[in-house]
């Protein structure tokens, strides 16, 4: 299949100006290490008969147009743009627009816009967690500096998170942009949180993982439409490793499986990640709550990229999703 971005636009789009073309997929992506990612999407798509559209910046814009004239159509939409780039966010929205309205041929977003939101705020997620007893650091959420300058924290509150202590926003922290790691004083939160001004930053005790069978208890976990894939990750060198099925059904890391349920009920998103990792005294602990936007760059391309054979797995389940019609457990 060739790429959309590939062709004419304008000998695209005239060629089906007259009737509206359905799609199966549309895959709105603009990060460049996504490639790898959207080739696997289109081979796998390609095997079972699924039609795919790209929407890139190069025409983000006419394929808007395009919907709202009805003129194209499809049926789901995995949209890895918009959270980052404003010019996908009026397609993310309309669509989003048509879902909510209850129209049944209207195309149905994998993980919502508005649910990918409320996911990603890391101050909410804490709270939420808190509330449905899924453990979580010991967290200090403070407001945004352009809500209030001082800040208003104690140095006996801050001595309660320990040392070395981490400091990351509520909302900007997509590949670890804005976090710090191994702070110690209250002068480096009060400069911390100067960089992202509208933002909550939350302070967090440093986790130290158990070591289970010489490696690091920390976890990458994914739920795809409706599967939890466990995988090893390193915390220090972010080097992923596939669990064997053995590993999968061991019920000591079954824990993995059950919290991972637990936060998809709370997110409501059918495709995410999130971090956990096992303490010595053999608490699960969720680290990182939801990361709605996963990164899909493969290891075979990346050392620290996901498995291949993860990245298909998952692909393969968003297919099944799509090829059977079915809604994927979205909630409407």
């Known amino acids: 299949m060739i790429p959309l971005v590939l062709q004419s636009e304008s000998m695209y789009f005239n060629r089906y100006m007259e009737t509206a073309r359905l799609y199966d997929l549309a895959v709105a992506w603009n990060w460049e290490y996504d490639l790898g990612f959207v080739d696997l999407i289109h081979k796998t798509a390609d095997r079972n008969g699924i039609e795919v559209l790209e929407i ?14 009805n003129k194209i159509r499809f049926r789901y939409l995995l949209d890895r743009a918009s959270d980052e780039d404003e010019m996908f966010q009026p397609l993310a929205l309309h669509v989003l627009k048509q879902f909510r309205s209850g129209n049944t041929s209207a195309p149905r977003p994998i993980n919502p816009y508005d649910l990918q939101a ?5 101050a909410t997620m804490h709270l939420e967690f808190l509330s449905h007893n899924i453990n979580v650091p010991y967290t200090i959420i403070i407001s945004p500096y352009n809500h209030k300058n001082e800040i208003e924290l104690s140095l006996s509150e801050l001595a309660k998170l320990g040392r070395p202590f981490i400091i990351k926003p509520a909302n900007t922290t997509g590949g670890g942009i804005g976090v710090v790691m191994g702070a110690e004083t209250l002068k480096e939160v009060i400069e911390a949180r100067q960089y992202h001004k509208n933002d909550k930053y939350l302070l967090q005790e440093t986790i130290r993982p158990a070591v289970i069978g010489g490696r690091r208890a920390w976890f990458r976990v994914f739920y795809a439409f409706g599967e939890v894939i466990p995988c ?30 637990s936060i998809r009920a709370i997110c409501q998103l059918e495709f995410f990640s999130t971090e956990l990792a096992f303490t010595s ?15 899909m760059r493969l290891q075979s391309e990346t050392p620290d990229g996901v498995p291949d054979t993860v990245v298909q797995r998952i692909i393969g389940h968003m297919m099944e999703c799509v090829k059977s019609g079915s809604p994927c457990g979205l909630s409407e």
């Open 281 to 295: 005294n053999g608490s699960c602990i969720a680290v990182d709550y939801v990361n709605e936007m996963c990164d």
């Open 56 to 69: 890139r910046n190069e025409n983000v814009e006419e394929i808007y147009n395009l919907v709202r004239e």
């Open 232 to 261: 090893w990750w390193d915390d220090n060198t972010h080097i992923y490793s596939s669990m064997s099925l053995e590993e999968e059904q061991d019920p000591e890391l079954g824990q993995l499986r059950t919290i991972t349920d």
């Open 118 to 122: 409320v996911a990603a705020d890391k």
